[in-house]
């Protein structure tokens, strides 16, 4: 199936015609009908600028039509963006600009009433035949609205072709922890992060490792030739395998050049201007190289323990609160342990994948879901569909 993209544009004041470069994708689902034409309509008359660039038909749960099934809609220029994440974080505006949105037409939970029959959460009947029920509850509901294969194709081709335009970096996010899912998490050092050599020419790493003090095998800083020799290959297996660290005593202006080269951006999802300028952006970037770089936990605690340690060191629980120092186990405290433990924030679980993802909400470049953002919203359900085409992207 090609796919066929159909234009109904939103007027300019529905959306944010600001333009922004674009790093992420975020797939949802519109709690709604088959039909992305009345999506786009409704949007374009309620003044809130909260929309998506894309919004994918579906079939209708009414009289089973299929002639929207799969049908991709554009509402307006991938350039500029809509507040489509409803976060209230201080880098919701860097969330929301740099991801470009796809809303897939679906009812989302359902539930089946004591007379065997399935409703939607406007209490229309969903007929048996375009539900699923899942392995395991998700957000409290283990029934919803099956998206259909046509859906899943259109959302396929759609992403493929999104990422292709802004190189997207379809590793990071969604696909990755689908395909980890359930494996033991990799030892990690003390930092919880390593340097990570930029993709490029020969001659980028080169230049890239000399300006972070790697050295070849001979100990003395690289030629910058762009040539694959033997002392390039050895500063990069030495930059990989180091700890990320910013040097001490470095100027304002000398971390704004450390943090864009180490690829760390501002609230506005673009590089720092390097003016030893303290700012939103500067202070966002510091905050995020802070982030990745946290403190891992130590063995030995007690649970009490282990719990002033997280909330020392700020790491939250599921509901992105710290935690309550009681000494007891819970799902707050677990998720905790987990992100400490791992050297990331990954969610564990039967749907880890699309629980709530510090990684998603601190701006890592990527494919995600609404519920990578929001712990109260169901899009998208982990449906076994969706699931085998995110890790077969």
């Given at each position: 199936?090609?796919?066929?993209?159909?234009?109904?544009?939103?007027?300019?004041?529905?959306?944010?015609?600001?333009?922004?470069?674009?790093?992420?994708?975020?797939?949802?689902?519109?709690?709604?009908?088959?039909?992305?034409?009345?999506?786009?309509?409704?949007?374009?008359?309620?003044?809130?600028?909260?929309?998506?660039?894309?919004?994918?038909?579906?079939?209708?749960?009414?009289?089973?039509?299929?002639?929207?099934?799969?049908?991709?809609?554009?509402?307006?220029?991938e350039k500029y963006w809509g507040y489509h994440l409803g976060v209230k974080t201080s880098n919701s505006k860097a969330l929301?600009?740099?991801?470009?949105?796809?809303?897939?037409?679906?009812?989302?939970?359902?539930?089946?009433?004591?007379?065997?029959?399935?409703?939607?959460?406007?209490?229309?009947?969903?007929?048996?035949?375009?539900?699923?029920?899942?392995?395991?509850?998700?957000?409290?509901?283990?029934?919803?609205?099956?998206?259909?294969?046509?859906?899943?194709?259109?959302?396929?081709?759609?992403?493929?072709?999104?990422?292709?335009?802004?190189?997207v970096d379809l590793n990071v996010g969604l696909k990755t922890l689908l395909l980890n899912q359930g494996q033991e998490a990799?030892?990690?050092?003390?930092?919880?992060?390593?340097?990570?050599?930029?993709?490029?020419?020969?001659?980028?790493?080169?230049?890239?490792?000399?300006?972070?003090?790697?050295?070849?095998?001979?100990?003395?800083?690289?030629?910058?030739?762009?040539?694959?020799?033997?002392?390039?290959?050895?500063?990069?297996?030495?930059?990989?395998?180091?700890?990320?660290?910013?040097?001490?005593?470095?100027?304002?202006?000398?971390?704004?050049?450390?943090l864009n080269r180490n690829g760390f951006v501002g609230a506005n999802g673009k590089p720092l201007t390097e003016d030893g300028?303290?700012?939103?952006?500067?202070?966002?970037?510091?905050?995020?190289?802070?982030?990745?770089?946290?403190?891992?936990?130590?063995?030995?605690?007690?649970?009490?323990?282990?719990?002033?340690?997280?909330?020392?060191?700020?790491?939250?629980?599921?509901?992105?609160?710290?935690?309550?120092?009681?000494?007891?186990?819970?799902?707050?405290?677990?998720?905790?342990?987990?992100?400490?433990?791992?050297?990331?924030?990954?969610?564990?679980?039967?749907?880890?994948?699309?629980?709530?993802?510090?990684?998603?909400?601190?701006?890592?470049?990527?494919?995600?879901?609404?519920?990578?953002?929001?712990?109260?919203?169901?899009?998208?359900?982990?449906?076994?569909?969706?699931?085998?085409?995110?890790?077969?992207?």
């Amino acid at each position: 199936m090609s796919l066929n993209i159909q234009e109904i544009l939103l007027k300019d004041s529905e959306y944010v015609k600001q333009e922004v470069t674009k790093d992420s994708i975020v797939i949802h689902h519109t709690a709604g009908s088959h039909r992305p034409d009345w999506v786009v309509k409704s949007w374009d008359k309620d003044n809130s600028r909260v929309c998506t660039h894309y919004v994918i038909g579906g079939k209708s749960i009414k009289d089973g039509d299929t002639s929207w099934d799969g049908k991709v809609i554009r509402c307006f220029d991938e350039k500029y963006w809509g507040y489509h994440l409803g976060v209230k974080t201080s880098n919701s505006k860097a969330l929301n600009s740099r991801a470009i949105g796809i809303e897939i037409c679906n009812y989302g939970p359902i539930k089946k009433k004591s007379d065997g029959k399935f409703y939607n959460y406007v209490d229309g009947v969903v007929p048996a035949e375009d539900v699923i029920k899942l392995p395991g509850k998700f957000r409290g509901y283990e029934y919803y609205h099956k998206y259909t294969d046509a859906q899943i194709e259109s959302t396929r081709q759609l992403i493929l072709e999104i990422a292709a335009r802004h190189n997207v970096d379809l590793n990071v996010g969604l696909k990755t922890l689908l395909l980890n899912q359930g494996q033991e998490a990799p030892a990690t050092n003390s930092g919880g992060a390593m340097f990570e050599v930029p993709k490029g020419s020969v001659l980028e790493q080169q230049k890239w490792l000399n300006a972070n003090g790697f050295k070849g095998s001979n100990g003395q800083p690289l030629i910058e030739d762009g040539i694959y020799g033997a002392s390039t290959k050895y500063a990069i297996e030495q930059a990989e395998k180091t700890p990320l660290k910013m040097p001490d005593g470095l100027s304002l202006l000398e971390q704004q050049k450390w943090l864009n080269r180490n690829g760390f951006v501002g609230a506005n999802g673009k590089p720092l201007t390097e003016d030893g300028l303290s700012g939103r952006n500067t202070t966002f970037a510091l905050d995020a190289y802070k982030a990745k770089t946290k403190p891992t936990l130590p063995d030995g605690l007690s649970l009490l323990e282990q719990q002033k340690w997280l909330n020392k060191h700020g790491y939250k629980g599921a509901d992105g609160k710290p935690l309550t120092e009681d000494g007891l186990m819970g799902r707050n405290t677990q998720y905790a342990i987990d992100a400490a433990k791992g050297g990331s924030a990954t969610p564990t679980g039967l749907f880890g994948p699309f629980e709530l993802n510090p990684d998603a909400l601190a701006g890592k470049a990527g494919l995600w879901t609404h519920t990578s953002y929001r712990k109260d919203k169901y899009d998208c359900s982990p449906q076994p569909n969706l699931i085998a085409m995110l890790k077969g992207l």
